[in-house]
Structure formats: structure tokens, C-alpha cells
């Protein structure tokens, strides 16, 4: 088991930014491909981004949706994983889930993650 829980999710307006954590307690992430995704009222889950294990700069891949708009970082020294999201729109609201993969390369298929967090909330107000 990996337990991951997420923070920092809130209430911003259109255009502003915030910065979602991912913690994992008891376990190192070094060895883990980690995802962000997210799921709105009535829809599925989608992917945001994610990182692979190593070399994770030139590697992270994001939605089309947020490119350009949010960074995905991760420091395995401190088993963290970040989300740093700007230019929020409304469309960005949603429960912003975290999750950790065993294979080692990134994905942005839901079935590739192996653990997942309980979410946290971010609305965008316009």
C-alpha cells in the first residue's frame, strides 16, 4: 500500500492560481510514476498530467486542456508530488485526485495507477 493524501485545493477565482501536494506516508515515491487526475459532478475521471520515476523534467506529460497552464513537480527527497496550477477557469473545478504507478514509465491511462488518494476539492469561480 501506498497512502497518498492530497492538500491545497480551494476556492479561486477565474485567472488565479493554486498549488496542489500530494504526501505519501510511510513509502518512498522515488520508484513510482505519479498522475494527477481529476473528476467533475457527472463525469469520469480525467488525466492531468504525470511524471515517470526519473528524469521526470523532460518528461512529464499533461492534458491538452491545461498545458501551458499547470506544472506537475515532484521531490522524492521529501516523498512529494505537486500540481502548480494558473490561469484557473471554471472548467478546472473538479476533485483533484493523486496517484501512484508501479511500471516504470508515465501514463495518462486511470488503469495504469495502482494507488490513489481520496482527493481534494478545487472550485473556480467566475
Known amino acids: 500500500q501506498v497512502p497518498l493524501v492530497e492538500s491545497g485545493g480551494g476556492l479561486v477565482q477565474a485567472g488565479g492560481s493554486l498549488r496542489l501536494s500530494c504526501a505519501a506516508f510511510g513509502r518512498t515515491l522515488s520508484g513510482y510514476a505519479m498522475g494527477w487526475f481529476r473528476q467533475a459532478p457527472g463525469k469520469e475521471r480525467e488525466f492531468v498530467a504525470a511524471?515517470?520515476?526519473?528524469?521526470?523534467?523532460?518528461?512529464?506529460i499533461y492534458a491538452a486542456s491545461v498545458k501551458g497552464r499547470f506544472t506537475m513537480s515532484r521531490d522524492n527527497a521529501k516523498n512529494m508530488v505537486y500540481l502548480q496550477m494558473s490561469s484557473l477557469k471554471s472548467e478546472d473545478t473538479a476533485v483533484y485526485y493523486c496517484a501512484a504507478a508501479t511500471q516504470a514509465g508515465v501514463s495518462a491511462s486511470k488503469s495504469a495507477y495502482n494507488y490513489w488518494g481520496q482527493g481534494t476539492q478545487v472550485t473556480v469561480s467566475s
Open positions: 511524471v515517470p520515476p526519473t528524469d521526470w523534467i523532460h518528461n512529464t
